[in-house]
């Protein structure tokens, strides 16, 4: 399974992206899907996902303006980021999950500036 991560860039304080991550197969039957980031110095952190049995959920400090979604004919999901400010400021990285196994797109450098 290929993940491949796009939509990254420079953006100022209150500024949108939108984040794609298009795989090489269908997403449908992945059990969870979704992103994470990774600022300069701290660990890897959810940022939003879908499971089939839970829905989607987003980490607490981004409900309002981050919003996930998919779509499954592109076999591809999407984070829309909006509002953003300089501590959204973060490589994030797609994933998925089946069964007992993780796959993970490359990464995509978000970059906020105040």
């Known amino acids: 399974v290929q993940l491949q991560a796009s939509g990254g860039g420079l953006v100022q304080a209150g500024g949108s992206l939108r984040l794609s991550c298009a795989a090489n197969r269908r997403i449908l039957p992945f059990n969870v899907v979704g992103w994470y980031r990774q600022a300069p110095g701290k660990q890897r952190e959810l940022v939003a996902d879908?499971?089939?049995?839970?829905?989607?959920k987003y980490a607490d400090s981004v409900k309002g303006r981050f919003t996930f979604s998919r779509d499954n004919a592109k076999n591809t999901m999407y984070l829309q980021l909006n509002s953003l400010e300089p501590e959204d400021t973060a490589v994030y990285y797609c994933y998925a999950r089946q069964g007992y196994l993780d796959y993970w797109g490359q990464g995509t450098q978000v970059t906020v500036s105040s």
């Open positions: 879908f499971s089939r049995g839970a829905g989607t």
